[in-house]
């Protein structure tokens, strides 16, 4: 029979790397919950439109890259791209904005687009995330900032870029994109055939494009920072001072656009010099006009997602704590009943125990115990039980001691 494999873009986790992955995992849950963060979980499926309306029908990831289905009641679901949208109907559905003070949340879990694989490119990944709603201040966005590189500097993950813009707001950007079609279509003859198509589209999209002849062309290209409105320039001065008060440094690139079309004002991204290709470690932005357009109050909201498989391929250094482990024997399966028991009774003191129910005898049950790289040993045979003790093997050095079963935990306190 055809062997079944995993669908392309998708992996498979398991140990060593997922201990990697449970000590990422708690440590955003540890870092977030010091800003007030609440996590907030998410359905993996949302109707479509959420999507086409809250990331906009014009994006590459709305128009190429999302897992549409229809249900057997001939609804168009999609498996969420990202998770921004989400959030906000989830505040908007629960009453979130009335009810909760202070309104951030952090989320994490798999998101799905059908992107070409590579390394760190994945058709499911894993993405965490926070949003800040009802706050426009400045400082806000800086702290959000100042939160995405002082958790990677907690991980170690130093060599990194923080790139910074402001991608205007409804007020400002319609008149630059007027400026920034023209000077796209007199160059047009050197764009590829996707910029070509994005002019009208989604002009701004062609700063994005990494084909040597584009990016020249948009290096000619006037920059939205030129065409700021009083307001949008007044907050993105107030940023870059909020940031120096936290020490972060940052390069303003002109150049950064983000992909989604909700965005306005502060938009940020970073990258690390570690990765190849897909160098992106997270992005994220201000995002003041998606509340209202998914149906929600006037307000405003900020936030960035991060890759944790990217960030995971940075955990090479981390020295993972060894899986320590006792293992139970028993001299005979007629001991079996009490090598259950004890077992039982580790356990509740928090060790990690594994015993053989299929040992046929003790040679086979230390084979095992070596297999599964056992610690210490604890030997049930009939002169323990008799004595209600225990004999306890070191397995690095072969050394047995026995103890009476009563001081045994204090024994593992000190010694395992
Ligand atoms: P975005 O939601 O596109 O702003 O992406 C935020 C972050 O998610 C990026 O900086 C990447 O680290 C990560 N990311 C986006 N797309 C993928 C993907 N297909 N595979 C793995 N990571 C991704």
Redesign the pocket.
């Known amino acids: 029979m055809n062997e079944i494999k995993a669908p392309k873009?998708t992996r498979d986790i398991f140990a060593p790397e997922i201990h990697k992955w449970h000590y990422l995992e708690n440590a955003i849950h540890a870092y977030y919950k010091k800003f007030l963060y609440q996590e907030i979980r998410t359905p993996i499926f949302e109707h479509s439109e959420l999507f086409s309306r809250g990331i906009g029908s014009e994006t590459e990831?709305v128009q190429k890259?999302m897992y549409t289905f229809t249900d057997k009641s001939d609804r168009s679901l999609t498996l969420r791209?990202?998770n921004?949208a989400s959030v906000v109907r989830a505040a908007i559905e629960n009453n979130l904005f009335e009810n909760l003070v202070p309104l951030r949340f952090y989320y994490l879990g798999p998101?799905f687009?059908y992107?070409k694989?590579q390394k760190?490119?994945?058709?499911q990944?894993?993405?965490f995330?926070v949003e800040v709603f009802a706050d426009d201040s400045p400082q806000v966005d800086a702290e959000v900032i100042f939160s995405a590189v002082d958790f990677l500097k907690k991980l170690e993950i130093e060599s990194v870029q923080l790139d910074l813009n402001s991608v205007g707001c409804p007020q400002c950007r319609p008149a630059y994109l007027e400026v920034l079609k023209k000077a796209a279509r007199a160059e047009e003859s050197k764009l590829c055939a996707d910029c070509r198509r994005k002019i009208d589209g989604n002009p701004l999209r062609i700063f994005d494009c990494k084909q040597p002849a584009c990016a020249e062309a948009a290096g000619r290209f006037p920059v939205i920072g030129d065409h700021l409105c009083a307001e949008c320039r007044e907050h993105f001065v107030a940023v870059r001072e909020a940031l120096s008060w936290m020490n972060v440094p940052f390069v303003l690139n002109p150049r950064l656009v983000?992909?989604?079309d909700y965005y306005t004002k502060t938009a940020f991204?970073?990258?690390s010099g570690q990765l190849g290709a897909?160098n992106?470690?997270?992005?994220?932005g201000r995002y003041n006009n998606l509340i209202k357009e998914l149906g929600g109050p006037d307000m405003a909201g900020i936030g960035?997602?991060?890759?944790?498989?990217?960030?995971i391929l940075h955990l090479e250094h981390l020295e993972l704590p060894g899986r320590k482990i006792l293992f139970v024997a028993y001299g005979d399966p007629q001991w079996l009943a009490h090598a259950v028991q004890l077992a039982e009774v580790l356990r509740e003191e928090g060790y990690p125990v594994y015993l053989d129910y299929q040992g046929k005898n003790l040679k086979k049950q230390f084979k095992k115990a070596d297999r599964v790289a056992a610690a210490f040993t604890l030997l049930l045979a009939e002169d323990e039980i008799r004595s209600s003790s225990v004999s306890v093997k070191n397995m690095a050095t072969q050394e047995q001691i026995k103890i009476p079963l009563k001081d045994l935990n204090a024994w593992l306190k000190e010694n395992f």
């Open positions: 873009g990831v890259e791209p990202e921004t998101m687009r992107d694989p760190g490119r994945y058709r990944f894993q993405q995330g983000r992909g989604l991204e970073v990258t897909q992106a470690l997270l992005g994220g960035f997602a991060a890759g944790m498989e990217r960030i």
